[in-house]
Nanobody, 115 residues
Framework: QVRLVESGGGLVQAGGSLRLSCAAAGSILSTNVMGWYRQAPGKQRDMVATINSGGSTDYQGFVKGRFTISRDNAKNTVYLQMNSLKPEDTAVYYC?????????WGQGIQVTVSS
């Protein structure tokens, strides 16, 4: 079993920055993909960014150039640096880890960007 714990969310003004962290614990394989997803009220959950254990990244178009995903494999932690935040970035952000045929989610953390 894998447990994911997110931290770093909160309220920020438009144009500001936040850094999200997600620490994974449990039976973690050396090969995996960690990522961030977000879900705004009344909308579906969308992928924001992913990073595999080798460091390859993928970003959704709406965050390219503003958000940066990174990871520390020794700490089983993934980060999301969010700059130039916009009100439309307001959502619950979820951490996800996938390995083998399994995927695990964090409990979610609120990010609110005021205009």
């Amino acid at each position: 079993q894998v447990r994911l714990v997110e931290s770093g969310g909160g309220l920020v003004q438009a144009g500001g920055s936040l850094r999200l962290s997600c620490a994974a614990a449990g039976s973690i394989l050396s090969t995996n993909v960690m990522g961030w997803y977000r879900q705004a009220p009344g909308k579906q959950r969308d992928m924001v960014a992913t990073i595999n254990s080798g460091g390859s990244t993928d970003y959704q178009g709406f965050v390219k150039g503003r958000f940066t995903i990174s990871r520390d494999n020794a700490k089983n932690t993934v980060y999301l640096q969010m700059n130039s935040l916009k009100p439309e970035d307001t959502a619950v952000y979820y951490c996800r880890l996938s390995q083998g045929f399994s995927a695990y989610w964090g409990q979610g953390i609120q990010v609110t960007v005021s205009s």
